[in-house]
């Protein structure tokens, strides 16, 4: 019991890390200036402090999911489940919790690579100067909100179906010593 809350602590503040992170992002997007190079003008892009900040919390949200994941067996491995609405609800939320989760790394990796990608070139603004649209570090932000409400009442649901399991040390198959 003291592991499983000490397994859900540190889910809980990676999970708090990664959505600050993801915010910071947010708040840190690239800007950019139109630049005169001689005849020529280029799009000129700030720091890239954001695209370090998303993959810091894209990583923070990967480290948590892995753990609940190795703690749960991945609903993979390990004894079966005893049959209850605790089964099914730790079924649906196991499904629940990796949408949520592949969802906000897409939107923190896009982001991140589409912030980075900028900051390193200078580009001819022709097309105009491109920045990473405002709100998709913050989507990612939610995503990861969600996918830690999920992922540990995941493992809650996980732990209460396997909880008081029977012994199954004893054979109870059918035996044959009568025929």
Not at 36 to 49: A, H
Not at 96 to 118: D, K, M, P
Request: glycine fraction near 8%; hydrophobic fraction near 45%.
């Amino acid at each position: 019991m003291v592991s499983s809350t000490l397994l859900l602590l540190v889910v809980f503040v990676f999970d708090l890390i990664a959505f600050a992170l993801a915010v910071a992002a947010e708040q840190r997007r690239n800007t950019a200036k139109i630049e005169k190079v001689g005849n020529d003008s280029y799009c000129r892009y700030d720091s890239d402090i954001a695209t370090g900040l998303g993959v810091g919390s894209l990583l923070l949200l990967m480290a948590s999911q892995l753990l609940i994941m190795v703690a749960s067996r991945c609903l993979c491995g390990g004894k079966a489940m005893r049959p209850s609405g605790s089964r099914a609800w730790a079924i649906f939320l196991f499904i629940t919790c990796w949408v949520f989760f592949f969802i906000a790394e897409v939107c923190l990796l896009v982001a991140s690579v589409r912030n980075g990608y900028h900051t390193k070139y200078l580009s001819d603004p022709s097309y105009s100067c491109q920045k990473v649209r405002k709100g998709i570090f913050g989507a990612g932000a939610a995503f990861v909100v969600l996918t830690g409400i999920v992922s540990e009442l995941y493992y809650v649901s996980y732990s209460k179906a396997n909880d008081g399991q029977p012994s199954y040390d004893r054979d109870t198959g059918i035996r044959m010593g009568s025929l």
